[in-house]
Nanobody
Framework: QVQLVESGGGSVQSGGSLRLSCTTS????????MSWFRQVPGKRRREGVA????????TYADSVQGRFTISQDNTRNTLYLQMNNLKPEDTAMYYC???????????????????WGQGSQVSVSS
């Protein structure tokens, strides 16, 4: 069974940077996709943050465009999320997720993902 193990969360001040990592026994290929999501307390639905679409082009939520960068290292089966210029509104639990091929068509839609990491807390103070 595929497992996703996350690391790299923490607390920073506004304007700071963090990098999240997600290591898995498989990596995005033509038959699956991986993305990053986040969830704040009180919201039931996870928000798509960054992912790769069907053409393997990085896709971002408008709220993080220009500040976050998603990347993957296939040799280490690891997905990354580099977060720069963090803002207090970025405070959330961040999750990496693995979905089947259909997830690549809507990489920021959490309904297309069936395997989730344990979550990494990111806290940004003003």
């Amino acid at each position: 069974q595929v497992q996703l193990v996350e690391s790299g969360g923490g607390s920073v001040q506004s304007g700071g940077s963090l990098r999240l990592s997600c290591t898995t026994s498989t990596i995005a290929s033509s038959t699956n996709c991986m993305s990053w999501f986040r969830q704040v307390p009180g919201k039931r639905r996870r928000e798509g943050v960054a992912g790769f679409n069907i053409n393997r082009v990085a896709t971002y939520a408008d709220s993080v465009q220009g500040r976050f960068t998603i990347s993957q290292d296939n040799t280490r089966n690891t997905l990354y999320l580099q977060m720069n210029n963090l803002k207090p509104e970025d405070t959330a639990m961040y999750y990496c997720a693995l979905g089947g091929g259909f997830a690549c068509y809507t990489p920021l839609n959490p309904d297309e993902y069936h395997v989730w990491g344990q979550g990494s807390q990111v806290s940004v103070s003003s």
